[in-house]
């Protein structure tokens, strides 16, 4: 069964009330798999990344502006990572370190955390570089809990249950784990993108 709710309803009340249903799926769920191509998966966000990307949300949508809560559901979710209870499989793209959200001060802060963060046991984290082959067409960004798979399309949120599609996501996630480096591999990546971001210009001189 494949279920969709347009965002403008689900946010209808604001980012706080959604990000409160992700922080119980979250909790409920011992093992998660996530692959984000161009954008930094959500339980490892910075707050000031957080911040940026929710903001772009409220202004696309025209939902109602509660982007502070938003954000603190936000930060609450991520204590998964240091429960001991829980365990994540997550494959960022390499475009993900280099999608500019909120400046060279931000991306450099959220890259820090990152490293920072890539050796907890709760989290086995693979980028696939930008230039890897990978034995997949491009997809979107998916998250799986359970016996589900989340999809965040443009207009709605998508939630996939069949059996058939969800062998699908996990031979595609199977396919880009495949393709995306770990360990001191992936480390080199992020320290790659740190110093691209070290050396931007910031927005106020004039350049984006």
């Known amino acids: 069964m494949t279920s969709s709710v ?6 209808s009340t604001g980012t706080e009330a959604i990000q409160d249903e992700v922080v119980r799926r979250y909790q409920e769920t011992r093992e998660g798999v996530a692959y984000v191509p161009a954008m930094i998966w959500g339980t490892l966000q910075t707050e000031a990344y957080a911040t940026v990307i ?11 502006n509660d982007v502070p809560a938003g ?8 204590q998964v990572l240091y429960d001991g209870e829980h365990s994540y499989d997550v494959v960022l793209g390499e475009q993900a370190l280099y999608t500019d ?10 890259i820090d955390r990152i490293l920072r963060d890539i050796d907890l ?3 086995t984290l693979g980028i696939v570089p930008a ?24 207009s709605s949120g998508v939630t996939v249950t069949e059996p058939d599609e969800l062998a699908l996501y996990r ?10 480096l770990h360990g001191d591999a992936a480390k080199e990546l ?6 691209f971001w070290t050396g931007a210009p910031s927005r106020d001189q004039g350049i984006r």
Do not use: T
């Not at 929710?54 to 109602?64: A, I, S």
């Not at 954000?71 to 991520?78: E, L, N």
């Not at 959200?101 to 959220?110: K, L, R, T």
């Open 101 to 110: 959200i909120g400046g060279p001060e931000v991306m450099c802060e959220q």
């Open 131 to 154: 230039s890897a082959r990978v034995n997949m067409h491009p997809v979107h960004a998916f998250n799986m809990y359970g016996d589900e798979v989340h999809v965040e399309l443009v």
């Open 190 to 195: 992020l320290r790659k993108a740190l110093s």
């Open 71 to 78: 954000v603190a559901k936000r930060m609450q979710r991520q």
């Open 6 to 11: 347009p965002w403008q309803e689900r946010l």
């Open 171 to 180: 031979k595609a996630f199977a396919r880009m784990r495949e393709a995306a």
């Open 54 to 64: 929710l903001g772009q949300v409220v202004e696309f949508l025209g939902v109602p």
């Open 121 to 123: 046991p709760s989290l």
